[in-house]
C-alpha cells in the first residue's frame, strides 16, 4: 500500500472501532491478529487515536486483514503473505464474483454480468474486462484473488479447459463459494456435491435471481452481499434502485444486527430516501429506524 493508502484505511479502521466496540472489546479483537496492546499511547481519552496509534506499526498485511474483518473496503488483497493491488475491474462497494466461462459463452457471461448489477453484485467477465493490451493471466490472477465468490458456467469442453478448471481450483483453494451454473453439464469433482444452478431453459434473469439466492443464503458470502447491499442502498441516487435493493436485504438468510444497525447509522445521509414516504415506511416495516 501507499504511505496515504494506509493512512487512510487505519483511520477507517479506528472510526469503525470506536463506533462499535469498548476499549476492553478493542483490546481483545485486535489481539486476535497480534497487535500488542501493552505497548504506550497518548492520554487522550479517544478510542479512535487509540486504535490508530496500536496499527502505526503494524505490517500492511495486518491491517488488510482487520480491514477484511470489519469489512472496510479497500483496494488490495493478501495471497501468501504479499500484498497486492486487486483487480480494477471490480465495482467498489460491490459484491466480487468472478464468472469462469469458455469463450463460446462470454455473451451469456456478459448478460449476467449485467443482471447481477441490481444485486448491488459485480462480476468479472475475463473475455469483456481484460484489455488486449495487459498482460492476461496476471489480470486472472488479480480477481481469483480479490473475489468473494466464484460461478462457473459448465458446459461441455470445461473440464478439458486450460483455464475454466484452475479457476474453480484456485477458488477452492481459497475457501470461497462456488456456484455451478449447469449448462448441460452437471457439477463434478470437488463441487459434485453441489446441485448447482439450471441454465437451460431459463431467462438471464432468472438465472441471476437464483445465484443472488445461493448468495444470500450461503454462510460464505451472505454477510459480504448484506454490506454491499446496505452500502448501495445508502448510495443510490433514485427512490426505485434504493427499494430494489432493499427489498433484496430482506431476502439475506438471517440478516445480522449489525448490518439493520449499519443501515440506520448511514441512511440519513441520503436525503432522497429519507424524503420519500415509500421508502420510510419500508424502512419502519422492518424496524430499521
Not at 22 to 27: A, N, R
Not at 188 to 213: D, L, N, W
Request: hydrophobic share 45%; aromatic share 8%.
Amino acid at each position: 500500500m501507499r504511505p496515504i493508502e494506509r493512512l487512510n484505511l487505519i483511520d477507517r479502521i479506528g472510526r469503525e472501532l470506536q463506533a462499535r466496540m469498548s476499549y476492553s472489546d478493542i483490546d481483545i479483537f485486535l489481539k486476535g491478529f497480534g497487535i500488542d496492546t501493552t505497548k504506550t499511547t497518548s492520554s487522550t481519552n479517544s478510542k479512535w487515536i487509540y486504535v490508530k496509534e496500536l496499527l502505526g506499526d503494524a505490517v500492511d498485511a495486518v491491517v488488510l486483514r482487520i480491514a477484511d474483518e470489519l469489512e472496510i473496503a479497500h483496494g488490495h488483497t493478501v495471497v501468501g503473505g504479499i500484498v497486492q493491488e486487486e483487480s480494477r475491474f471490480w465495482m467498489p462497494g460491490y459484491f466480487r464474483l468472478f464468472i469462469s466461462h469458455l469463450s463460446e459463452h462470454k455473451l451469456k457471461a456478459t448478460a449476467l454480468k449485467e443482471a447481477l448489477r441490481k444485486y448491488a453484485v459485480s462480476c468479472f467477465v475475463a473475455h469483456e474486462d481484460i484489455n488486449p493490451t495487459l498482460e492476461w493471466q496476471g489480470e486472472i490472477e488479480k480477481a481469483l484473488a480479490s473475489m468473494d465468490a466464484l460461478a462457473a458456467i459448465l458446459m461441455q469442453g470445461f473440464h478439458d479447459s486450460k483455464w475454466t478448471d484452475q479457476e474453480v481450483g484456485f477458488a477452492l483453494g481459497r475457501g470461497v463459494l462456488v456456484v455451478p451454473l449447469r449448462n448441460g453439464l452437471d457439477p463434478y469433482g470437488f463441487i459434485g456435491k453441489v446441485q448447482g444452478v439450471p441454465c437451460q431453459g431459463r431467462t438471464v434473469a432468472q438465472v441471476a435471481a437464483s445465484i443472488f439466492h445461493a448468495l444470500a443464503s450461503n454462510r460464505l458470502t451472505k454477510n459480504k452481499l448484506a454490506t454491499a447491499l446496505v452500502d448501495q442502498i445508502v448510495a443510490s441516487p433514485v427512490v426505485e434502485s434504493g427499494l430494489q435493493l432493499f427489498g433484496s436485504l430482506k431476502q439475506i438468510e438471517t440478516l445480522a444486527q449489525i448490518h439493520l444497525e449499519r443501515l440506520r447509522d448511514n441512511i440519513g445521509t441520503n436525503q432522497i430516501l429519507t424524503s420519500d414516504a415509500s421508502f420510510v415506511k419500508e424502512l419502519n416495516l422492518f424496524r430499521v429506524c
